[in-house]
């Protein structure tokens, strides 16, 4: 089950009535604080008292992009630096990285070592991958873990309970990944996109950013109860707009 929507001036959230159809008796008997929202041009209901347990753990945190480089990769040295509890995954077929043109990318499987990428970019030719940025990215990257890897083959990992995604396209690969998977423990995992320009430079900021946002809902008790207003006061802070939803384990 995947609850999408976007964040406008007024904040929407949205459950669908067949949540609490099936879900357990902990979740039929939360109170009811309904309200109505509207995304692309379809409108839901989402009970705002769907909550996690009282006694709230330390958040668990996903960072995911297109091939688990860059975007995620920034991200996810961030906040690890910070001592979140945090992994990062890849939502493309395959890992890519610029090549000598851009018809000749550098294509690798999940799961091969960044060292391994490192070592064969650099026979390849050292001084391009030097200046465009990939070797130092994939220095940073083989301190913080072994090798790239893929969201929709992660299930062993368990669940998160937040997922950030650096591209709409991302995104919705992840609320459809999340929605095709056996749904039984009905776990709350909100699922963010801070949209980021795929380049060094952006992923530096878009790195600060995720962080920032983490941190918010790190603090708060309850993120189900305050996520509205954590989304809006980003937004207006920071000047950019995220999409969210709720989807479940």
Excluded at 35 to 58: D, G, H, Q
Aim: charged content about 25%.
């Amino acid at each position: 089950m995947c609850l999408l929507f976007h964040s406008p001036k007024t904040p929407p959230l949205l459950l669908l009535k067949s949540l609490l159809k099936h879900s357990s008796p902990r979740l039929q008997d939360a109170g009811a604080n309904s309200r109505t929202c509207s995304y692309r041009r379809i409108r839901f209901i989402w009970n705002t008292r769907v909550a996690l347990p009282e006694s709230v753990m330390k958040l668990r945190y996903a960072m995911v992009c297109s091939s688990n480089q860059n975007r995620s990769m920034e991200s996810h040295f961030l906040l690890k630096r910070e001592g979140f509890d945090v992994a990062s995954y890849g939502t493309g077929q395959h890992v890519k990285l610029p090549g000598p043109s851009i018809r000749e990318p550098n294509v690798y499987d999940f799961g091969t070592p960044y060292k391994q990428m490192f070592d064969d970019l650099r026979r390849k030719d050292v001084e391009l991958y030097k200046r465009n940025g990939i070797l130092p990215m994939l220095k940073r990257n083989l301190g913080v873990k072994l090798a790239p890897q893929r969201w929709q083959d992660n299930a062993a990992d368990g669940p998160f309970d937040v997922v950030i995604t650096f591209e709409e396209k991302v995104f919705d690969l992840v609320l459809e990944d999340l929605h095709n998977r056996n749904q039984h423990l009905l776990k709350p995992v909100l699922v963010i996109n801070l949209e980021v320009k795929d380049n060094h430079e952006e992923a530096a900021i878009g790195g600060r950013l995720a962080l920032i946002l983490c941190q918010e809902l790190d603090a708060t008790e309850n993120w189900e109860d305050t996520i509205d207003d954590i989304i809006n006061n980003f937004e207006k802070q920071h000047r950019r707009k995220l999409l969210y939803s709720i989807s479940f384990y």
